[in-house]
């Protein structure tokens, strides 16, 4: 017997997205006004509403994730979780470096290079 969340087709079915898509939009306009340094101040209490949507979305996340690592196990689950996220991780940060590599070396002078590395590196 399949589970009631499953559909019809056997994919999961679950109406978290799209209070997970406006949790993260509120992050997104938190950062985005101290990022620009307009400060928004609509806040719940004391915890503003980009920290509670924080909180809420890795709640609900967590809710979500929990039947998986039950289901199939530590150890399993890592490894289908693993083989799904890393792929994407890498091809993105390749991209980027490769996409900041180019800006640089267009945009930076030798000096400047060697400068910013030693302040980088630094103690």
Do not use: Q
């Not at 996340?61 to 039950?70: A, D, H, K, M, Q």
């Not at 799904?84 to 900041?100: A, C």
């Not at 290079?113 to 980088?120: E, F, I």
Request: glycine fraction near 10%; proline fraction near 2%.
């Amino acid at each position: 017997m399949k589970n009631a969340a499953n559909a019809k087709d056997g994919t999961r079915r679950n109406s978290f997205t799209a209070l997970r898509l406006i949790l993260a939009i509120l992050v997104v306009i938190s950062h985005a006004g101290v990022s620009s340094g307009h400060y928004f101040t609509f806040s719940f209490g004391l915890i503003g509403y980009g920290s509670l949507a924080v909180f809420a979305f890795f709640a609900i996340s967590g809710f979500l994730i929990t039947p998986g690592l039950i289901r199939d196990g530590f150890s399993r689950y890592i490894i289908r979780r693993s083989a799904r996220i890393f792929p994407g991780y890498w091809g993105v940060s390749i991209l980027t470096l490769l996409l900041f590599a180019t800006i640089w070396g267009k945009w930076a002078r030798r000096e400047e290079v060697r400068s910013r590395l030693r302040n980088l590196l630094a103690k």
